[in-house]
């Protein structure tokens, strides 16, 4: 696993990811065609064990940012998927939204009464808020009355700095759009 600062928790590796976004190729179809919202991955990574459309999305954007070779042909693959059943894409998607925007409103909650351990958790808790992005971009849509009210609490108790997960992912997740991921929570709030 690529090296991490020591007040990150490690996140995945291009490995885990690749093996992840390859062995969810496949599945893709079947899964969009399902009712299940979240579908069991035959491989896992530290974050996913099951498939979704935001993580695939997460997942594909983490290849990016570690160049993986063949990224290209495996993307085609999954757009490819995503245009054939794009109302089936969709409508996961939406229903995905609600759910992780429902779990980032948990964790914000905890956040308040648990400062110290949900700065630990934040680096990985904000794949939570990545996911929601991605997918309201792939919808093209905006963030809901819910998850602007979310961002304001998170500013609340938000301290700017540092990009919080593995330097190598950095340049695909640019400070102007994914800004919760430069920083953590303020422990003294």
């Given at each position: ?18 093996a992840?976004f ?12 399902s ?14 064990t099951q ?13 990016k ?8 042909e ?10 054939k ?7 996961k ?7 992780r925007?429902e779990l980032?409103?948990n ?20 794949r ?7 997918l ?10 819910v998850l602007?009210a979310?961002?304001a609490e ?5 301290r700017s ?6 330097p ?7 400070q102007e ?9 303020n422990?003294?709030?």
């Open positions: 696993m690529p090296s991490c600062p020591t007040n990150k928790l490690p996140m995945n590796s291009p490995e885990k990811d690749r992840y390859e062995a969810g190729l496949p599945q893709l179809e079947a899964y969009l065609l009712k299940e919202l979240y579908w069991p991955s035959s491989v896992y990574t530290t974050d996913f498939i979704t459309p935001g993580a695939m999305l997460l997942v594909r954007e983490r290849l940012g570690w160049r993986t070779p063949g990224l290209t495996m993307s085609m693959q999954m757009d490819a998927i995503r245009l059943w794009r109302s089936a894409w969709a409508a998607a939406s229903r995905e939204v609600r759910a925007s980032w409103k964790f914000l909650v905890e956040a308040r009464h648990a400062s110290a351990e949900s700065a630990r958790q934040y680096p990985h808790q904000a939570l808020r990545v996911i929601l992005s991605l309201l971009e792939d919808l093209h849509e905006s963030p809901s009355d602007i979310l961002d998170l500013r609340r108790i938000f700095g540092a990009f919080v997960w593995n190598s992912l950095e340049w695909v997740f640019p759009s994914f800004w919760f991921l430069y920083g953590t929570l422990p003294q709030e």
